[in-house]
Structures are given as structure tokens and as C-alpha cells.
């Protein structure tokens, strides 16, 4: 696999912006997704989205999981809608709790490490569908997703044929230091801050009592707020904890289907140095670590570029293991 960069995104930091601000997601309309909500073992809730493809069933289906604060209208999601559409394979968007667009009911919301809600959301769906299952990540979706596959061991091939992890922190203590330093505290940091404080008081409005709001709203960095938030929530004693426990790094020697793992070495979130070398990922597992790309955006084209590369390229790849 290659990707070259365009030369006028020169870059980590534009060739991740501006991909998801600005680039091109489709070549034509993508039909509307159907949408449904699914009761959780614990009272709660979760919207998955659909595109179903023309042509013959069974089909191959392809889950895709999204990053931090994504959704199944997030620039990648859409891209890897139109690539499913042109293989006419269905396709799947499973959102983590509340990112759908309405506050989830339980006290909890979602992280990095989530395997235990991927994979309920996998087994439910091998259960309705008749086809072959294929099933990428995006960010922290990706870690999530390698989370459950390290887990499942060869018990993840009765659900999904292959699996690929796009752009995901992989070691979450390093992106955490990354992303909470310089150009990426001042844009990034915030960006998310932005979205995940109100949430987060909303659920504190829910569940009266729940952290300490103060300290909540006191947070300048992922650390910190994952520390009042998303740690003591999801059963972590601190985010030291939680990014340990819910890293996949270390445990990429579990996995036992086949496995792609992407990571551009000028993403600005996940540092070089910190990603996996081919000794680290056993057997199962293929690296494809390109120079550029930046975070979820390897834009290609003339501007204002397109996103549809990076989907494609996996697409190819996951499509080598039905």
C-alpha cells in the first residue's frame, strides 16, 4: 500500500484539518441511513446507523466504529459509506453513547477501552446478518476495536473476518502528552473540550452528584477532564489508569484475525515514536505506516481534495479476507 501526500497540504496539522473541514467525502449524494436505537443490557441506549447496498444477499458488511466526538456524519464515516456503496456492500455505523446527537440514560458514556460495548454491538450484529462481517476503527474507535479483538483472541473470527484500525492512539499516555502540548492544546484540546464539558453537565444534570463539577469545568486538558470524567465513570481509578488499562499497544500479540493497523508518522495526535514496531504486533497483525497523512485525513486530489484514498485502500485490504 502507498499514500503520497498532495504537495499544496504540506503538513500533519493541514493535512488533518482540512480534510475534515473542507475535503471532498463522496462522489455522488449517499442515500439517507436508517437508523436505529438499541436497548442496552443495562437500561440504555445506542443508535446504529445503516445503508443497505443493492444486489443480491447475503452481502458483506462492513461496522465501522468512530473516533472521539465522531458520528456517522463525521468526513471519514461518509467516505467509508460511499467506498461500501461502490463495493455494494452494506455498511454499519454503531454509535458510542452519545454521539448520536441525544444524551444517552446511564451514568456512563464511552472511552478509548470500550471492549465490552463493541463487542456486544458485534455479536448482535453477526446475529442478524447473514453475510461475511468486516469491521474498521477510526481513532478512538480503533482502539476500542483493537481492544476487543486482543480480547476475543480467536474467538473474534466467529464474528468478523478482518479488522483495521485507522489513526488510532494506540498508546494513549503518548497521544494524551501529545495533544495536550503547544499548537494541539490550543486547537485540538479545545475543539474537544468544547464539545465533550457540556455533555459531560448534562449527564452531571441526569445523575445529580456524579463527579465534581467544578474540577470539571477547572479542566484545561484531556488528562483532566478524563480524571473527573471518563475514568472514575468507566471503572478506572484515574486516567494514569485508565490510559494504561485501555491502551492496545501492548497487547497486539493477542490477536489472532487478521488485523491492519495505519498510523501516519506525521499525525499530530499519536507521536512516531510511540507507535508499534513489526517485532511488537505478532503475526496476525500488518503495520502500514506512511510519512504523511496526518490524523484521519490522507487527502488526496487537487483542492480542495478528496478522503476517499484512505477508504479505499482499506477497503482492498479488509476485502483480501472475505
Not at 471532498?24 to 445503516?50: H, M, Q, S
Not at 474467538?155 to 501529545?178: T, Y
Not at 484531556?222 to 471503572?235: E, I, Q, R, S, W
Request: proline fraction near 8%.
Amino acid at each position: 500500500m502507498q499514500y503520497v501526500a498532495p504537495r499544496w497540504l504540506p503538513g500533519g496539522n493541514l493535512q488533518t484539518i482540512w480534510p475534515a473541514l473542507w475535503a471532498r467525502r463522496v462522489e455522488a449524494p449517499l442515500p439517507a441511513y436508517l437508523r436505529e436505537r438499541w436497548n442496552t443490557p443495562d437500561g440504555d441506549f445506542i443508535d446504529v446507523d445503516f445503508l443497505a447496498a443493492e444486489g443480491p444477499a447475503p452481502k458483506p458488511l462492513l461496522v465501522l466504529f468512530h473516533g472521539l466526538e465522531g458520528s456517522s456524519k463525521s468526513h471519514y464515516a461518509e467516505a467509508f459509506a460511499a467506498h461500501a456503496q461502490s463495493r455494494s456492500w452494506d455498511y454499519a455505523v454503531p454509535h458510542f453513547r452519545g454521539c448520536s446527537g441525544e444524551i444517552n440514560l446511564a451514568p456512563r458514556a464511552y472511552h478509548s477501552g470500550d471492549f465490552e460495548e463493541v463487542g456486544w454491538i458485534l455479536s448482535r450484529l453477526r446475529e442478524r446478518h447473514a453475510g461475511p462481517m468486516l469491521v474498521a476503527g477510526v481513532s478512538l474507535g480503533g482502539n476500542a476495536l483493537l481492544r476487543w479483538v486482543e480480547e476475543a483472541g480467536a474467538e473474534a473470527s466467529k464474528v468478523v473476518s478482518a479488522a483495521a484500525s485507522i489513526s488510532a492512539p494506540l498508546d494513549l499516555a503518548a497521544g494524551g502528552a501529545a495533544i495536550g502540548q503547544g499548537f494541539n492544546r490550543l486547537v485540538y484540546t479545545r475543539m474537544f473540550l468544547a464539545s465533550m464539558k457540556p455533555k459531560a453537565l448534562a449527564k452531571l444534570a441526569q445523575h445529580p452528584g456524579l463527579f465534581d463539577r467544578e474540577a470539571l469545568l477547572a479542566a484545561a486538558d484531556l488528562h483532566a477532564f478524563d480524571n473527573v470524567f471518563t475514568a472514575p465513570l468507566h471503572g478506572f481509578r484515574d486516567t494514569d489508569d485508565y490510559w494504561r488499562r485501555a491502551s492496545a499497544k501492548p497487547h497486539l500479540d493477542a490477536i489472532r484475525i487478521p488485523a491492519l493497523v495505519v498510523n501516519a508518522t506525521n499525525d499530530p495526535f499519536v507521536p512516531a515514536a510511540s507507535l508499534p514496531r513489526p517485532e511488537e504486533a505478532g503475526r496476525h497483525v500488518t503495520l502500514w505506516q506512511p510519512a504523511h497523512g496526518g490524523h484521519v485525513g490522507f487527502p488526496m486530489g487537487r483542492p480542495p481534495g478528496h478522503v476517499l484514498g484512505m477508504p479505499e485502500r482499506v477497503g482492498d485490504w479488509l476485502a483480501q479476507h472475505l
